[in-house]
Nanobody, 118 residues
Framework: QVHLVESGGGVVQPGGSLRLSCSGSGFNFAVYDMTWYRQLPGREREMVALLTQRGAIDEYSDSVKGRFTISRDNSKPMLYLHMNNLKPEDTAVYYC???????????WGQGTQVTVSS
């Protein structure tokens, strides 16, 4: 059973940086595609960054491209989101998601709040 726990959220000033972490357990983390999503107040959940099972492919939403970097350490197993030059519009709850690329099985973490405010 996929179990994901996010951490690292908090309050940061515009232009600042944060690193989100997502710990995976209960499944073979290395063979799952991993994605960070976020949900802004009053909006639907949106994809932020995707990293495939072996890190061969990474994709970013246009709104974060060049500022955010997704990475993973399959040996720990952990997923990260390095966020630089944060903007107030990045304020959201950030979720970690795992999905098996062939089976379609997966799960969500509980989310971590990121607030960008002066």
């Amino acid at each position: 059973q996929v179990h994901l726990v996010e951490s690292g959220g908090g309050v940061v000033q515009p232009g600042g940086s944060l690193r989100l972490s997502c710990s995976g357990s209960g499944f073979n983390f290395a063979v799952y595609d991993m994605t960070w999503y976020r949900q802004l107040p009053g909006r639907e959940r949106e994809m932020v960054a995707l990293l495939t099972q072996r890190g061969a492919i990474d994709e970013y939403s246009d709104s974060v491209k060049g500022r955010f970097t997704i990475s993973r350490d399959n040996s720990k197993p952990m997923l990260y989101l390095h966020m630089n030059n944060l903007k107030p519009e990045d304020t959201a709850v950030y979720y970690c998601h795992a999905e098996h690329p062939q089976l379609g099985l997966g799960g969500w973490g509980q989310g971590t709040q990121v607030t960008v405010s002066s």
